[in-house]
């Protein structure tokens, strides 16, 4: 569940170098949105595509307003235009659909599964059955997408190298919007299932911060490093508060996962599956 | 015209490495302390000093403190705010725990605590820079704000968490009213700024402005990276652990680890981004900025509120007030990059020529 986060800042820090500070927002955005649209009367396979229009235009929108006149402006600009960002999307959202807390029900239950708690002793839960499996269709369709399509392969060049891309020809503006495009339905596939699992509320946004230790676990580049870095923070967040938690008082799933991955980094800089960084003066 | 160096000469190498070398602004510098130290204190109401004078200078030295690091030096931090909570939790610790120590030592004594704890956290920094950086000091953030939550010693067993920060009193003069907090926190500012400034013409800033940079480069004209990391980290969590307490002490007076929260992180990485990074003008100029625009705009709400009767509920008020926020700092990011210290250095060369601009 991490991962699916932890996917979407992969994705578009891949392709523009831009660190998205606002994907959490965006992941509000999509779930607060469709929420909004089932109680105004949508059905839900209604207001899935509807949502998804949304969130694609939300991205172009981005791309065009925000991003594109900060061209070449250094990385931090970015990164702190991408948090204001993140403050207008989560002002948006209220404005428009209010703060409550609601509940969104996907039609899965969230219980043990009782077949397979016979068979193996472990509660497995059918929607996390689901989760797991979106997640995995997410990611392959994703990584197909980035080696074998043209747009794919035009992204990993944008991503290398802004300026020797366009010496090729390759649009890239029309790229950023196609990455931003898919970091909204991105936001759009994990706002539904975290929404289903904790309630739409607001701290959906938090979720976006955990994805930082999972993305510096994986490595800020890597697609696979997204989903293994997911699954050990996942785990060992949890672990630690039923193992390590009692001892000192509990509440310490809140800061494990970036301790672990600070510890991790001093091991291996560029994070597990990160590219390895070549510094020359 | 009016601001024309034409005619200063040096004569001295004291008069060439002067602080602030143009006569002008010798004059323009002398008449804004005179404001901020006089004129002020007997003009301003009560509100004025405890809703904005005191909060802007105070989150300018956090800023500040902030500056050195990620301005200067290039490290870039998002746990500021948790080294503002080890200086205002350490000094009233220090207050409470050490009979008679005077309040200014206990300040300083923060400062040190959250200079210290700045060093265990920039360690990092040694391996680790950019985002992966701004990522570990997020580490800082949350641990350091659950650590004073949990551990009951750091808040007298306080069962709510809360502390209450004691009375300023210096030589037997106690510092209670807004007027005298706005004072001793002015005083405290300037001359930290003044420290600042010093310390960042120097030959410290300059092994941090190399090692911002180039740190490799910097390694190989003979700079250690090691001492200059760990040295702005140690000086910045200082400035933050001093703006911490006194935004305990002189500001909010009863706290909760909870106030240092991750919005605070980054609201002071905003004045600095706003105000113009690697600049000490700046860190005043953004806090200025980022403490009066949301009183500003609930002002505006309210007085629209009022005259064309739209009747905005209080959430959508404040919702609006953070998307207005937000659109601000994007605005502010795409038109002028380099913050407002720029935009005060263009008119300064403007200035130069005016009236005759021929």
Known sequence: MYSLVALGFVLIYKASGVFNFAQGSLVFFAALTFVGL????????????????????????????????????????????????????????????????????LGLQDEPLQSIADATGINVSKFDLV??????????????????????????????????????????????????????????????LWGARNGVQFALTFVALKALPVLILGGFESVPGAIVG????????????????????????????YVLALLFLLVRPEGLFGEKIIRRV | MLYREAG??????????????????RIGLALILAIAFIVVPLAAS?????????????????????????????????GAAAFMAVGAFASYNFVLRIPGI???????????????????FGLPSLRIRGFYLAVATLAAQFFIIWCLTKVGWFTNYNSSGVITAQHIEIAGFTFDTPRTKYLLVLAIVVLMALAAKNM??????RQWMAVRDMDVAAEVIGIRPMRAKLLAFAVSSFYCGVAGALYAYAYLGTVEPEAYNLDLSLRILFMIIIGGVGTILGAFLGSAFIVILPIALNMLVGFLDNTLHLNVASSVASNLELMVFGGLIIFFLIVEPHGLARLWQITKEKLRLWPFPH
Not at chain 1, 60 to 85: K, W, Y
Not at chain 1, 148 to 164: C, K, M, P, S
Not at chain 1, 168 to 192: D, K, N, R, S
Not at chain 1, 230 to 257: D, N, Q
């Open chain 1, 38 to 105: 089932l109680e105004h009367g949508f059905n839900f396979w209604l207001a899935l595509p509807a949502t998804l229009v949304v969130m694609i235009v939300l991205g172009l929108a981005i791309e065009r307003v925000v991003l594109r006149p900060l061209v070449n402006q250094p990385q931090i600009s970015l990164f702190m235009a991408t948090i204001g960002l993140s403050f207008f999307l989560e002002g948006l959202a209220q404005i428009l659909w209010g703060a409550n807390v609601r509940g969104l029900d």
């Open chain 1, 131 to 192: 989760a797991a499996a979106i997640a995995a269709a997410l990611v392959v369709s994703l990584a197909l997408f980035f080696s074998h399509t043209r747009i794919g392969r035009a992204l990993r060049a944008v991503a290398d190298d802004h300026q020797a891309a366009l010496a090729v020809g390759i649009p890239l503006q029309q790229i950023w919007a196609i990455v931003w495009a898919v970091a909204g339905f991105v936001a759009l596939v994990t706002g539904l």
């Open chain 1, 230 to 257: 997911g699954l050990i923070i996942g785990a060992s967040e949890k672990l630690a508060e039923v193992y390590l938690g009692p001892f000192v008082g509990g509440g310490i799933e809140g800061w494990f996962p």
């Open chain 2, 8 to 25: 200063q000469f040096k004569t001295s190498y004291a008069a060439d490495s002067a602080i602030v070398p143009i006569r002008q602004d």
């Open chain 2, 46 to 78: 009560p509100y004025l000093f405890s809703a904005i004078l005191i909060p802007c200078l105070i989150l300018s030295l956090a800023a500040l403190g902030l500056n050195i690091l990620t301005g200067y030096a290039g490290q870039l931090s998002l």
């Open chain 2, 102 to 120: 005077p309040v200014l030592l206990a300040f300083a004594g923060g400062g040190l605590m959250a200079a210290a704890v700045g060093i265990v």
């Open chain 2, 200 to 205: 960042t013409r120097g030959n410290v800033g």
